[in-house]
């Protein structure tokens, strides 16, 4: 038995990142002095997860316009599709108050002329963020958050349909956390890793997406029963070809657009990209279309910045200092000078996010990000069906979500629920399950490579499950496309990993117990995403997911797809649930 | 791009309890060799190139290079971090020099001094 820590906290944080510290913020405003907020993080809080290179934009704010503006754009930019405007409203309510805070808090932000922000297009404003996650990190240091660092949290803890609390491992100590919350916000992000990456061997991590996000966030829902939403409506990025940067530092910060080969300007030439809004078409539609010019053989496909601002283009390196240094390298390395070539572009790997231009994660009850477990709520990447909130909305969803915990904690004066020593034993075995399992099968025999004879290790998983998913569940590689058939097999495998072969896991420290840990949660992600992709037999999203048994859209499917996982059978219960417009107006077209 | 360790100039963090660019790595990639006494990473394609060990390091004794499969030989990436900003110096394959000063906080506090 491992040496054990319990802490109780009032409002329990498991997540330090971009939604979490500003929840512990919120939350001490909202809850006065006497108030106990603890934050569980599983690296270093000042410089942990998807802002830990920085970031030069803040890609929500309201510019120009109404908050209402800003839904229309949102519905908009993912096709029309139905996307939960409540919460996107309550967000674009008060996002700008929350980046006046970030900026007090001593983020650099760019001035115009005006006294106004520098805007980068429609809703979007530059900053100076290479150290976005430090001074995030010093809201919830203000706060007076008790923060646990190198804690891998691996379960919560439901009782009576209600979050008591959560169980996980030190990453260095190696003990035992048992944390008790009266309310607890799981904001740990979103999900890398689950299809094969670009580049790989030793580049396998140069993606666009934080590689150590693996959907625990998803994963631990899920077990806890928690109805989930939209897991087939995934993130397929254009990225800067082998970097895969950002794009929108070229294509909306200088407007350079996509051009292939032949040097044309397909989005403003076809009459399909023409009619969703030519060069600034919805995010799905744009990956689409690279994906159509390149099958047609008019690839490479690139970002003319040689036809953008010729202005801009002079401080393009230092913003891609601010966010994504390795690009400027590259360049170096390799010869290329934007001001004078077009810069390649590529289709990345699939992300599962909730707060960028994808909407997976838990379903909440209106505005108040209390998912279907009492007592349990989400931020950031972990909540679903409200997209394009980035950075400054998920600021903006931790004071929410904080603002509704704290007012629940009061309104039913939550306490401290008892959990039986029983239950600690079972959730200390499985968290440390792959670890102790190493040592047992260490004695059943060793190769003279040093592998197990009866174990498998965590990059076995990994390379296994990003193969099935690359392959039959519509990878890179594959073009995205899935059917029916092809996510039958991914079906069978994945439940095959997870039903049988979890059992051989073995890893040899606490490094490797995290990673394994990684994989778990991705595995159960996976389930969610083929039941998910199954279940919406029609093609809403494409570019992001193309359905070759299912090309149109279908009026069946103008709805969420949610779901809830059943424990006795291991089935994903998929359902429609109606879309409620809130802010009128044609769902295709933006209102400003 | 992941990072490197020139061994003349790293110390090890002798005196703190782990060193810097363990503490602070987001991806629990960076460890003390206690062979050597020098940082080492677990896993180099694990990295994600966030290069907050490099902007970290006490001694910058830690150099960010990208994979080859990826970019040529002898580019660099250096960033001198300050106060308020940091100073990054790009030397291309060529020995071509460029420097860029990005700001990084508004006042003078301590957020950039880990």
């Known amino acids: 038995m491992a040496d054990r820590v319990y802490i109780d906290a009032d409002v329990l944080i498991l997540g330090g990142g971009t939604s979490g510290c500003i929840a512990a913020w919120e939350a001490r405003q909202a809850g006065g002095d006497d108030l106990k907020i603890v934050i569980m993080e599983k690296a270093f809080i000042r410089h942990s997860g998807c802002l830990s290179a920085g970031m030069n934009a803040l890609n929500m704010y309201i510019n120009q316009g109404t908050p209402e503006d800003y839904v229309a754009y949102v519905r908009y930019d993912i096709c029309g599709a139905p996307i939960r405007e409540d919460i996107i409203l309550s967000v674009a309510l008060e996002v700008n108050d929350t980046v006046k805070l970030m900026e007090s808090a001593g983020l650099p932000m760019k001035m115009k002329e005006d006294g106004r922000y520098l805007n980068r297009g429609k809703w979007n404003i530059e900053v100076n963020g290479s150290l976005l996650k430090p001074i995030t990190a010093s809201k919830a240091f203000d706060a007076g958050a008790e923060i646990y660092n190198r804690v891998y949290i691996t379960e919560l803890i439901i009782k009576d349909g209600s979050c008591v609390g959560a169980v996980g491992f030190g990453v260095r100590d190696g003990k035992f956390y048992i944390c008790r919350g009266k309310v607890t916000l799981l904001c ?21 997406y934080f590689p150590f996000n693996c959907g625990s966030a998803y994963a631990m829902c899920k077990r806890a029963g928690a109805e989930m939403t939209s897991f087939e409506m995934r993130l397929v990025p254009i990225r800067t070809k082998d970097t895969f940067s950002p794009t929108g530092t070229m294509s909306i910060g200088m407007g350079a657009p996509m051009v292939n080969a032949l040097g044309e300007v397909f989005m403003e030439k076809d009459p399909y990209y023409v009619s969703w809004g030519g060069h600034t078409a919805p995010t799905p539609i744009r990956m689409l279309a690279f994906q159509r010019e390149t099958l047609a053989h008019r690839g490479p496909i690139y970002l003319d910045t040689t036809k953008g601002d010729p202005a801009k283009v002079t401080g393009l390196k230092g913003q891609y200092l601010d966010m994504s240094p390795c690009i400027v390298l590259y360049w170096g390395c390799n010869d290329i000078d934007p001001s004078k070539e077009p810069i390649e572009i590529d289709g990345g790997d699939p992300y599962l996010v909730g707060a960028h231009a994808g909407m997976s994660g838990a379903w909440t009850k209106g505005i108040t990000r209390e998912t279907t477990v009492q007592r349990l709520y989400v931020s950031g990447d972990a909540l679903g069906a409200a997209p394009s909130r980035f ?62 004879m009866t174990g498998i290790t965590h990059k076995d998983l990994e390379s296994r499950m990003q193969k099935i998913m690359e392959e039959y569940c519509g990878g890179r590689t594959h073009w995205y496309f899935v059917n029916e058939t092809y ?13 049988d072969q979890l059992q051989y896991l073995c890893v040899r420290d606490l490094h490797e117990l995290q990673l394994a840990w990684d994989v778990i949660n991705r595995l159960d992600v996976c389930q969610l995403v083929i039941e998910h992709m199954s279940f919406r037999k029609e093609t809403r999203f494409p570019g992001y ?16 797809v949610n779901s809830v996982w059943e424990q006795e059978t291991d089935e994903v219960r998929c359902f429609k649930v109606p879309y409620e417009q809130v802010v009128p107006g044609d769902r295709k077209k933006q209102s400003i | 791009m992941p990072p490197k360790v020139d061994p003349t100039k790293c110390d090890g963090c002798r005196g703190e309890s782990e060193p810097l660019c363990e503490q602070v790595c987001p991806g629990n990639l960076m460890t003390l060799d ?26 910058q004794a830690i150099q960010t290079v990208l994979q080859y499969q990826l970019a040529y030989f002898p580019g660099k990436l250096i ?36």
Not at chain 1, 428 to 445: M, W
Not at chain 2, 34 to 59: E, F, H, L, N, Y
Not at chain 2, 93 to 113: I, P, Q
């Open chain 1, 391 to 452: 950075i400054s909305g998920s600021w903006t969803c931790g004071r929410i979500a904080a603002r509704h915990m704290v007012k629940a904690l009061k309104e039913n004066s939550y306490q401290f629920v008892d959990i039986e020593e029983g239950v600690c034993d079972t959730l200390e075995e499985r968290t440390f399950g792959p670890l102790k399992r190493y040592q047992e099968k260490s004695a059943e025999g060793v190769w003279s490579d040093g592998t197990l």
């Open chain 2, 34 to 59: 206690k062979d050597t006494m020098k940082a080492i990473i677990r896993d180099k394609s694990d990295c994600w190139d966030c290069m907050t060990c490099t902007k970290a390091c006490p001694r």
């Open chain 1, 487 to 499: 996510l039958d097999i991914a079906r069978k495998h994945i439940k095959r990993m997870r039903q």
């Open chain 1, 545 to 560: 997911v193309n359905r070759t048994d299912y090309p149109e859209p279908d009026p069946e499917f103008d709805c969420f």
């Open chain 2, 79 to 114: 960033p001198l971090v300050g106060t308020n900003s940091v100073t990054w110096t790009s030397i291309d394959c060529h020995g071509r020099v460029e420097r860029f000063v990005m700001k990084t906080l508004v006042s003078g506090d301590d957020e950039d001094e880990d």
């Open chain 1, 188 to 208: 740990t992000g979103g999900a890398a890793g689950l299809w094969r990456p670009n580049n790989r061997r030793d580049a396998h991590h140069r993606i666009w």
